[in-house]
């Protein structure tokens, strides 16, 4: 050794040195090398890792007949942690794993997550599509150019779906669980059935 600049030392199962700031040491098993965390490479006799500031900058992990992780900075493919991500945003980028599924195309253009609890699309940032549902209660909604060209809801306290355009003004139409409906065109003229059956056209029975 000559300290501060070189540290070595060696065996005939391993060798170890430490010189100018570079740490490295095999093995029959591997070898393990890094330059202040900038340049890090591990070798085992299962897996081979090469990355930069622990992954952050890059990262490549291949086990013997698979590639687990291959990214620049938040750019790349990655197959850990029981899930599959494949991520080149704002351009695309898609993510599986074992009970939901998420689907990026863009700039905003499309947007998908998908699991057991809820699914949601959404297209041009929502301005254009958006829709969400609950899968527990089935319960949803949809809305197209934000509500003016159409829209779709229901609500479960009253157990009610309710359609229209123009967040109703235009045109609205409504059924609930206890056969009520209602239908309404410029807030104008108003049809309903009540839950006895009577049909009301403006608030007047027929």
């Known amino acids: 050794s000559v ?11 391993e060798f170890t040195t430490f010189t100018l700031l570079n740490y490295y040491k095999w093995d029959r098993k591997g070898h393990y090398y890094n330059f202040l965390y900038l340049i890090e490479s591990e070798n085992s ?5 090469f990355r ?3 992954g952050l900058l890059w990262g490549f992990e291949k086990r013997k007949s698979e590639i687990d992780r291959m990214t620049f900075m938040w750019l ?14 704002p351009i695309v980028r898609f993510a599986d794993a074992e009970k939901e599924k998420s689907r990026m195309y863009g700039p905003f ?12 699309e959404v297209m041009l940032a929502g301005v254009g599509y958006y829709h969400n549902k609950t899968k527990t209660d089935n319960q ?7 509500g003016v060209l ?7 306290e009253r157990g009610y779906i309710k359609r229209g355009s123009l967040w109703g003004w235009l045109w609205e139409y409504q059924t609930e669980d206890n056969g009520y409906e209602k239908f309404s065109i410029l807030k104008l003229f108003s049809y309903s059935k009540e839950v006895d059956g009577t ?4 608030g007047i029975s027929i």
Not at 76 to 89: E, I
Not at 109 to 114: A, F
Request: hydrophobic letters at 25%; proline letters at 2%; aromatic letters at 20%.
């Open 109 to 120: 253009l499309y947007y998908l997550y998908d699991s057991e609890e809820e699914k949601t």
């Open 52 to 54: 930069s500031l622990g």
């Open 150 to 156: 159409y829209q779709e809801k229901t609500e479960i």
């Open 76 to 89: 790349g493919y990655d197959n850990r942690s029981h899930q599959t991500t494949f991520n080149f945003f």
């Open 140 to 146: 949803y909604s949809t809305y197209i150019l934000l």
């Open 3 to 13: 300290i501060p600049l070189s540290f070595n030392d060696w065996s005939g199962e």
């Open 45 to 49: 006799e299962v897996d081979y890792r």
């Open 199 to 202: 049909k009301r056209i403006m």
